[in-house]
């Protein structure tokens, strides 16, 4: 029985071990050993999930392929706006929501393509990639310095670039099948760029709210609950005194050892970048051998033009080619570009092969190359190694100053211990603004610094953090002044101007109702702006998507405007006032007469359509494969900083 009980446990140990070998085996020692357990995975593709094991199959999308995706939409926000919203805002906003979705979709069409079996070779990739214009350099060709340039503007790297472009072309193959000409109905067409082509012209009255001008002061009764029912308005919101580090590659671009050698080799490097290469008028005539070519040469030099000597040899009349203005760099490499501009103007004595055939060429004209000396980019070149070294030389900075934090636990004593200056604020709100509402936290890390302020403990640190423009910061609260409501004497003029702001609202919209009415009732529109004491304005025709600022045509005039018979007025509410509207005239579209237009129109509404069913067939994909999303982790990813 003790020999049983001995080969019995032998065998069990012997079972676990092979299944926890067939466990690294088929997912990874990753995935077995995930750090605090919780899983950088965001969400999944298609595959199979098996309990206590996780995933066999699909794709994968990771937590920082999402945060990626999200914080190109800040900066595609800040292009275009230039200013970059805080990520609070921009969760508020659902761009998070959107950048998941936008990375889900990415992922259901690579797993789509694989399904598939498309394969796109890497020569195609780099194909596309040196037809792109925009890496063109200045003689017309692929410029590798450029694209990595424009890569790094649009903070992209250059692996995931070449999967964008790898996954367009395998969609283009994908999708081949959907065309877009004529996929949208004529009727369709006809009636959608009527109703966005119609003009109409507006007469305006702007009716501010200042034509009130005698609103009396509220009695203590009527201030007091005007306070009372709104408080919220007047809070005293919390202020925050805090100091801070900024460590930044400005800071130490001073520090930056450039030499007069390191800068020299610079402009050696990149010579071509400063000035322009040598052009050369060139012209040439082709033959299948070595015999004509040297036949319609020895006839140059017997006095016959290229033109005549082409035609007596090959028997054509327009045997010679026109190459034009060229640089060496526009030729084919090797024989003929070098030979080309070796030869003096004229025609070239011999002929040069190239694996094309055998070039008799004629040089019109030289236009030398030229060259900016070095001592004119001397301060240019050193200003951008400057540039190219500070970020090294920051992270070394940095690296000390965590080192020096380590053992001091101090953040000013560690930026004493390295000569970096502590700035201080001394009350700030969460708009980086202080009692009076004046901006006083300003600059590219503002946002940065208020958000890293209130979401620290009155006297604590913040970790050393970095900011999207690679700048490193930290953060000490030394005192927080909470929120409070205020006492009605502490903002009594507030309350009284706000009060009086109401009353004088009320009273306009009152005039503005009067108004329209006499309006609508049949008095001219000219007549009512001189009773009003105003002035009438005819606006531009406009379109629904138009506007006319100058003559009080904002869009959401222009909607009520489209919105009108004609003759008849409308008021629309702005900030300050509100503007009687007036249709005037409809200028109704004539498809005839823009026959052009309507074609331009009707094939983006074809690739609208088009565009429709591609994303209609990705959704049919995702549904196929199935989506699996892991809340938790998406909640826990974009969870706003000074939340626990």
């Keep these: 029985m003790n020999t ?51 995933w066999v199959g699909g794709a994968s999308v990771s937590v920082n392929e999402v945060k990626d995706q999200f914080n190109r939409q800040l900066e595609g926000i800040q292009r275009q706006t230039g200013q970059r919203p805080e990520p609070e805002q921009a969760l508020r906003f659902g761009l998070h929501v959107r950048a998941l979705e936008e990375v889900i979709q990415r992922a259901v069409l690579d797993y789509t393509i694989q399904q598939f079996g498309l394969v796109v070779s890497d020569e195609e990739v780099y ?36 999967n964008d472009i790898r996954r367009e ?52 009764e009527q201030l007091s609950a005007y306070f009372e029912a709104n408080k919220t308005k007047f809070q005293i919101p919390e202020f925050r005194a805090f100091s801070y580090v900024m460590m930044t590659a400005d800071d130490v671009m001073p520090q930056v050892g450039v030499t007069a050698d390191m ?26 051998s070595e015999d004509k070519a040297n036949a319609i040469i020895a006839a140059v030099t017997a006095g016959k033009t290229l033109e005549d000597a ?71 070149l050193e200003k951008e190694l400057r540039a190219q070294l500070a970020p090294d030389l920051l992270i070394k900075q940095v690296t000390d100053f965590e080192r020096v934090l380590a053992k001091t636990q101090s953040m000013k004593a560690a930026a004493e211990d390295l000569a970096l200056k502590v700035k201080t604020f001394e009350n700030v709100d969460a708009r980086g603004q202080d009692a009076e ?30 900011t999207q423009r690679g700048e490193y910061f930290m953060v000490r609260v030394d005192r927080i002044t909470p929120a409070r409501t205020p006492a009605l004497t502490e903002v009594e003029a507030k309350v009284t101007e706000a009060w009086q702001a109401e009353e004088r609202r009320k009273l306009a919209d009152a005039k503005v109702k009067a108004a329209l009415e006499k309006a609508n009732a049949g008095t001219g529109f000219d007549a009512l702006a001189k009773e009003l004491g105003l002035e009438m304005r005819t606006a531009k025709p406009v379109s629904r998507f138009e506007a006319d600022q100058g003559n009080y045509l904002t869009q959401p005039v222009v909607q009520e405007l489209f919105k009108l018979h004609e003759g008849k007025t409308q008021s629309v509410r702005t900030a300050e006032g509100s503007v009687l509207v ?13 026959k052009d237009a309507l074609d331009r129109f009707g094939k983006q509404l074809d690739s609208m359509v088009a565009n429709d069913l591609l994303l209609q067939l990705i959704a049919a994909m995702r549904t196929k494969y199935g989506v699996v999303v892991d809340e938790a982790t998406f909640v826990a990813a974009f969870k706003p900083q000074n939340q626990p």
Excluded at 7 to 34: E, K, N, T
Excluded at 130 to 149: E, H, Q, S, V
Excluded at 280 to 287: G, I, L, N, P, T
């Design 4 to 54: 049983f009980r001995k080969y019995a446990r032998f065998i069990i140990l012997f079972v676990l071990f092979g299944m926890l070998i067939v466990s690294f085996a088929l997912w990874g020692v990753g995935d077995m050993l995930r750090m605090g357990g919780r899983s950088t995975e965001i969400a999944h593709v298609g595959g199979t999930k098996i309990p206590v094991y996780g």
């Design 127 to 162: 194909a596309a990639i040196a037809r792109n214009p925009a890496f063109a350099g200045t003689g017309g060709a692929f410029d590798r310095l450029l694209f990595r340039n424009r890569l790094q503007q649009a903070r992209i790297s250059e692996a995931q670039y070449l």
């Design 169 to 220: 072309i395998a969609a283009s193959q994908l999708f081949g099948a959907v065309r877009p000409d004529g996929l949208a109905p004529k009727s369709l067409r006809d009636d959608i760029f009527k109703m966005e082509a119609e003009r109409r012209i507006a007469e305006t009255i702007y009716i501010p709210d200042s034509i009130i001008v005698d609103v009396p002061k509220p009695t203590a």
């Design 263 to 288: 800068v020299k080799q610079e402009y050696d490097a990149r010579q071509g970048e400063f000035g322009t290469a040598e052009k050369r008028d060139v012209d040439q005539a082709m033959a299948d």
């Design 310 to 380: 082409a035609k007596e040899v090959l028997g054509s009349s327009d045997g010679v080619i026109k190459l034009g203005p060229v640089t060496k760099k526009d030729l084919p490499p090797g024989p003929l570009a070098d030979g080309v501009f070796a030869l003096p103007v004229g025609v070239g004595p011999a002929p040069i092969q190239s694996p094309l055939g055998w070039h008799i060429v004629r040089v019109n004209s030289i236009t030398p190359g030229k060259s900016v000396p070095f001592d004119e980019v001397k301060e240019k």
């Design 437 to 466: 509402g004046k901006q006083i936290v300003i600059g590219p890390a503002a946002n940065e610094l208020v958000q890293a302020a209130f979401a620290t403990r009155e006297s604590a640190e913040s970790e050393l953090l970095e």
């Design 582 to 594: 007036r249709l005037k005239q409809i200028e109704p579209v004539d498809l005839g007469k823009d």
